[in-house]
């Protein structure tokens, strides 16, 4: 995870989602699941977050998806809120499912409170997490599998390739995948 600074509300969202989507909650209280208004919207959340999923902090073109960061769920009321949507991959949301604010919120990391070790790829906490924050951000890395998990593995092993491959640069590897850009410059000590 890095910072993420919060994404401005598009100019239409409430004319468009945030209206009819609550007349649509008042009108519809035992149907669980609301209609996905926000789904227009989801080019301007990711490009809030320079294409990459709040949580895995890797560039995710193809799977994108808008996370209710308080579920929709357990949190009804903020179904069409903006202030709760988060830009996450697929796989990520899904290992979130209604975990809701036990994990860390993007909006809320720190810069450098996470680090990718080399070679194994592995994201770990750093120092840098305030005592307040610890426990969440160790639980954060367990629940969304962000540590080791297989898939984001994968994802950080394929970019971390491109790179020594020679089909990225460093400074293009920053921009899809900035946490391992950081443990190469790191590693290398190449000056940021």
């Known amino acids: 995870m890095i910072a993420v600074k919060q994404v401005r509300t598009p100019l239409d969202f409430d004319a468009k989602v945030k209206t009819p989507g609550n007349a649509w ?3 519809n209280p035992s149907t669980p699941r609301p209609p996905a208004l926000w789904a227009p919207f989801t080019e301007a959340l990711a ?4 294409e990459r999923c709040g949580y895995g902090a890797m560039f995710v073109p193809a799977d994108g998806t808008v996370d209710h960061f308080l579920s929709v769920k357990h949190h009804r009321a903020l179904s069409y ?3 709760n949507y988060r830009y996450v ?5 899904a290992s979130k499912k209604n975990a809701d604010d036990t994990v860390l919120d993007p909006y ?3 810069d450098g409170w996470f680090e990718i070790i080399l070679p194994s790829l ?3 906490t750093t120092d840098r997490v305030p005592q ?3 426990a969440k951000a160790e639980f954060t890395l367990t629940r969304l599998k962000l540590r080791d998990g297989e ?3 994968r994802q950080r092993r394929a970019w971390y390739r491109l790179y020594l491959d020679g089909k990225l640069t460093l400074d293009g590897l920053a921009q899809v995948a900035p946490l391992i850009a950081v443990a190469v410059r790191r590693q290398t000590g190449a000056v940021p």
């Open 89 to 93: 991959s697929a796989a990520i949301n």
């Open 122 to 124: 592995q994201l770990c």
């Open 151 to 153: 898939k984001v593995i």
């Open 25 to 27: 909650l008042a009108a």
């Open 47 to 50: 490009s809030g977050f320079e």
């Open 81 to 83: 809120e903006w202030g």
């Open 132 to 134: 307040a924050a610890r």
């Open 108 to 110: 809320e990391v720190g």
